[in-house]
């Protein structure tokens, strides 16, 4: 056998395949799979017969693995199947891509591939693109060929469906569509029969296929009806209708009739599909894997995420109390679910780069909870947080102070809330920019007595009843936003009662009931240790305690003597039991202060470290995902064995998400981002550059964690 060696960095040589043997390759039904001819013919069709495979996989929405893997496999095959070369790097590897491909790198690990030339002109003299398509004569003969082609799917798919339905065993994963019927022309995924389905279909020679909702009659359905059984998960897709992996699909074709969805009855169907015609029974390879691809793309992503919601509506309806939570699969935001709910207080601390915001905000959506996001800092006082006195100017240019709610009092302040005018900010700017061109006359209700509507400098109304030397009443924002949200009527009733008539009845005023005693409202505190914190709460140092959510921690603030009668707290300020605050901090900064010890046993404390959170890395930068993982864990081993160092300074997976600005450029990433890092963490250590060279040799990997630089 011939011995062909190549420089590492080489992606070029002599062919070693003739046309005449690429004709008898090609036409060996036998030897090529549909993987094989699906992968040569995208790149055939390439001008100039070349491209990346990251080009391709964007253009076919596919993986760059999968057609790398193809296209490894095919060559791997073929070397096999001649038996009389083999070609290897000068470090011993062996390498394949060479026999079917020529190689330029592009950048970082990115390379453009050219058919070899022998290989196009046998495509070229077979016809092969158009000769290669596929004979469906009934819808079996589909189902045979995706279930052979879609691979590792069938895993993934029955690993997602085991978590996501809760099995305690793995479902059926050697095959995605289950076809046993023939006088049927569909199917559906294996065990789909209550939950939402991959569904397939071959009608009058086009194929249909997407996501089912299924209401008919199916067996085994326990105590529920099919509809019943459904509605969940038709009520989750319709939340994320307009959400990017829905107008993915959409852009590609996918298409549902949501009237029809939305009023699904007992035995209805609907389905979130696009159709594929046969020409003359014969389907082409491309939209063969248009077909593939999306079932293990995008629809695979629109899928689970619609199960997931399915799964937390399906947990509040069970809520039984306010303690209860929604089902979460992620045992890391699961854990951090149980320690909110039962301390109301959560501080998520732990190195930089961790996603501990990302985490507070994932958890907030999960419950379903209103929720804000305040980042703290030095200057960040009890006048932002709580209440406090600000400057204003009045009609006539004078400057005076007036009591303002601060974010946190605001905040509470809706969690209190038993009706909410949705729309409210929006209807009365549109009020007020009507009424600042014309003004408006009314009578009163009882007495009838006319009056004037006009406009503050404020964006106030200013009531003027209509007769000589009248004096004006004001009709605050807030008077009217009081009355349609709580019923209650602060000021002039008189004035105030046309206005509101007016505008419920000349604007699309949204009123809708959120009083819901399980709604939970989520503050996060980003840098929660960046301020001083007794400086921001003040009062508030009792009642955020726990055990005194609700009225029984009512305090009396220091502005209580200005507040006025309709305020919600004018007999003291506390924090409703719906309520919850999550705090985030790296523990390492040294700018700041630390909790006092009274503050921290008001808080849960959860570390999230490093390790725990590589799955968002997940679809951001597959290309590098494996040595990212070595590089990261090679770098915390390395850090937590300097002296003075641990866990707590471990760099978060967050900073290698920026490999994807760099092409996989782990040498900018260090240089960039890492290294200006490790150099604060090792700020006043006398061997400060031998350390950060230590560390550096093993983000290399270049070096063990027992080499002397490291041993502190």
Known sequence: MEQMVVKSDDYNSESQVTKEEWLKILSDNNFMTNNYKYALSIFYLEPGHKATCKYLAEKYHTSPFSLSGF???????????????????????????????????????????????????????????????????????????????????????????????????MPNSQTLFKYDDLSRDWAI????????????????????????????????????????????????????????TVEVLRNRGFKINLQSLKSMSEGGYNLFGRAVPLIDSKLSLIDYYSIINDLKGNMFELYKQIFELANELNMNDQLSNENSQPLITNSLIREISELLLANKNLV????????????????????????????????????????????????????????????????????????????????YEKFID????????????????????????????????????????????????????????????PYLLPICDYIENNYELKLATTLDRDKKFIIILDEINRAEISKVLGELFFSIDPGYR???????????????????????FYIPDNVYIIGTMNDIDRSVESFDFAMRRRFAWKEIKSADRLSMWEGEIDDWVEEAKQR?????????????????????????????????????????????LIFEYLRGYPDAEQQIQGLKDAYNLKLGFDDDRNDG
Request: charged share 25%.
């Open 71 to 169: 296209i490894t496999g095919f060559s791997r095959t073929v070397q096999e199947y001649l038996d009389r070369f083999e070609i290897t790097t000068e470090d011993g590897d062996k390498t394949y891509w060479l026999v079917t491909m020529l190689g330029n790198k592009v950048s970082g690990k990115l390379f453009e591939w050219t058919m070899r030339e022998e290989l196009v002109e046998a495509m070229t003299e077979l016809n092969y693109v158009n000769s290669t398509s596929l004979y469906i004569d009934n819808l079996g003969t589909l189902i045979k060929h995706i279930n052979k082609d879609i691979g590792k799917f069938k895993k993934d798919f029955a690993e997602a469906r085991k978590t996501l339905a809760n099995m305690k065993i």
């Open 189 to 244: 995924n294996v065990g789909g029969g209550t939950e939402i389905q991959y569904h397939i279909n071959l009608r009058d020679n086009i194929i249909g296929y997407g996501l089912g909702f299924n209401a008919q009659y199916v067996p085994f359905s326990n105590d529920k009806t099919s509809l019943e059984l459904v509605k969940p998960f038709v009520d989750s897709f319709l939340s994320i209708q307009n959400s990017s």
């Open 348 to 427: 998520l601390t732990g190195a930089p780069g961790t996603g501990k915001t990302y985490l507070a905000k994932t958890l907030a959506e999960l419950w379903g909870a209103e929720h804000e996001l305040i980042q703290f800092h030095p200057s960040y006082d009890y006048t932002d947080f709580v209440e406090g006195l600000r400057p204003i100017q009045n009609e006539n240019g004078e400057v005076g102070f007036e009591l303002r709610d601060g974010v946190f009092k605001s905040f509470c302040k809706k969690a209190l809330k038993p009706i909410e005018a949705s729309n409210f900010d929006e209807v």
């Open 434 to 493: 009507d009424l600042s061109e014309n003004s408006l006359e009314f009578v009163t209700p009882v007495q009838k007595r006319p009056f004037k509507v006009e406009v503050t400098n404020h964006r106030n109304c200013k009531a003027t009843p209509m007769y000589e030397n009248a004096s004006s009443m004001s009709v605050t924002r807030n008077n009217i936003q009081a009355y349609f949200e709580t019923g209650k009527v602060n000021g002039w009733k």
């Open 550 to 572: 609700g009225e029984s921690g009512r305090v009396i603030t220091q502005y209580a003597n200005l507040q006025t009668e309709e305020d919600v707290f004018k007999e003291g």
């Open 632 to 676: 990261l864990t090679n770098l915390n081993k390395a850090i937590e064995s300097v002296q003075g160092l641990n866990s707590a300074y471990h760099v978060g997976p967050s900073y290698f998400l920026k490999l994807a600005n760099y092409d996989g450029d782990f040498d900018k990433l260090w240089t960039y981002h890492l290294e200006s």
